[in-house]
T-cell receptor, first 111, second 112 residues
Framework: DAGITQSPRHKVTETGTPVTLRCHQTENHRYMYWYRQDPGHGLRLIHY???????DKGEVSDGYSVSRSKTEDFLLTLESATSSQTSVYFC??????????FGPGTRLLVL | GNSVTQMEGPVTLSEEAFLTINCTYT??????LFWYVQYPGEGLQLLLKATKADDKGSNKGFEATYRKETTSFHLEKGSVQVSDSAVYFCALTVGGSYIPTFGRGTSLIVHP
């Protein structure tokens, strides 16, 4: 199994508070991704990174920001959480343009 | 652009039944094709893949053949088990792109 962890695994927060989710890999893969998964929507790409300090937006990036200061860490920040951001968040990594390896997910509930 | 279309679920089967989950795609260029599986409460994991036309990917009794002429990559298994209950995602990448395109996922429920 690819070495990829997410923290926290579960979080409950209140509307308007900032939230940061962390993805950590031990594979030294170049590419890292943040997805959200919601019923009826499948997986949707939020942001991705193709190297340290190199990031770009996905299809649902509004309300989210990311940072990657080290190869192994990719942070997702909700600057001011809203109830519509209640979801399951998955981090993924890829060493090539092909296979992706997913983390276990973070369940976020925004009240 | 690229897109992946999967059959809507849930697919409900009895144990030992034959499984087919349809997947068709459109792609600019020559894609690599994937099936991922997501067990309850977990992240997605690669089930199988095929990188060129007529290739067959296989794993854990599942198979899928890359059919360029029909732009399809249907997932099959001859005899499903209760433990195969999961959500299955078809996906593609096109050479030079590091952003995969996923289908919506198909839920499979296998009853004893």
């Amino acid at each position: 199994d690819a070495g990829i962890t997410q923290s926290p695994r579960h979080k409950v927060t209140e509307t308007g508070t900032p939230v940061t989710l962390r993805c950590h890999q031990t594979e030294n893969h170049r590419y890292m991704y943040w997805y959200r998964q919601d019923p009826g929507h499948g997986l949707r790409l939020i942001h991705y990174s193709y190297g340290v300090k190199d990031t770009d937006k996905g299809e649902v990036s509004d309300g989210y920001s990311v940072s990657r200061s080290k190869t192994e860490d990719f942070l997702l920040t909700l600057e001011s959480a809203t109830s519509s951001q209640t979801s399951v968040y998955f981090c993924a990594i890829s060493g090539t343009a092909e296979t992706q390896y997913f983390g276990p997910g973070t369940r976020l509930l925004v009240l | 652009g690229n897109s992946v279309t999967q059959m809507e679920g849930p697919v409900t089967l009895s144990e030992e039944a034959f499984l087919t989950i349809n997947c068709t795609y459109t792609a600019t260029g020559y894609p690599s094709l994937f099936w991922y599986v997501q067990y309850p409460g977990e992240g997605l994991q690669l089930l199988l893949k095929a990188t060129k036309a007529d290739d067959k990917g296989s794993n854990k009794g599942f198979e899928a053949t890359y059919r360029k002429e029909t732009t399809s990559f249907h997932l099959e298994k001859g005899s499903v088990q209760v433990s195969d209950s999961a959500v299955y995602f078809c996906a593609l990448t096109v050479g030079g792109s590091y952003i995969p395109t996923f289908g919506r996922g198909t839920s499979l429920i296998v009853h004893p």
